[in-house]
């Protein structure tokens, strides 16, 4: 499968953005999508992730602000942010992968698909 990210840009401090992750290849519906971001500096961090079911995960820093969605018809798996800050700042990447157990969907290391990053970045 190959995935491409977009929906970044230029935001202010709580400003909201809407970021989409396209997915190409069959049987999209039976993978792992995960967002993960990376700020300069820092290590790759989990954002969220959805599983084939729809069931959502997300970082104790994300949750409650950010949205994680799919349209498997569309082959399209949203990240929608509201309440951005100066620390969501960061290259956001998608991920997938059909076979990471629930323990694992936080950790990079297991998604063997990845997407080109998108830069948001939030200005305070």
């Known amino acids: 499968v190959q995935l491409q990210a977009s929906g970044g840009g230029l935001m202010q401090t709580e400003g909201s953005l809407r970021l989409s992750c396209a997915a190409s290849g069959r049987s999209f519906s039976s993978y792992i999508v995960g967002w993960f971001r990376q700020a300069p500096g820092k290590e790759r961090e989990f954002v969220a992730a959805?599983?084939?079911?729809?069931?959502?995960y997300y970082a104790g820093s994300t949750k409650g602000r950010f949205t994680v969605s799919r349209d498997n018809a569309k082959s399209t798996v949203y990240l929608q942010m509201n309440s951005l800050t100066p620390d969501d700042t960061a290259v956001y990447s998608c991920?997938?992968?059909?076979?990471?157990?629930?323990?694992?969907?936080?950790?990079?290391?297991?998604?063997?698909?990845w997407g080109q990053g998108t830069q948001v970045t939030v200005s305070s």
């Open positions: 959805i599983r084939w079911n729809g069931a959502t």
């Open positions: 991920a997938a992968d059909q076979s990471i157990i629930v323990t694992s969907m936080r950790s990079s290391q297991y998604y063997d698909y």
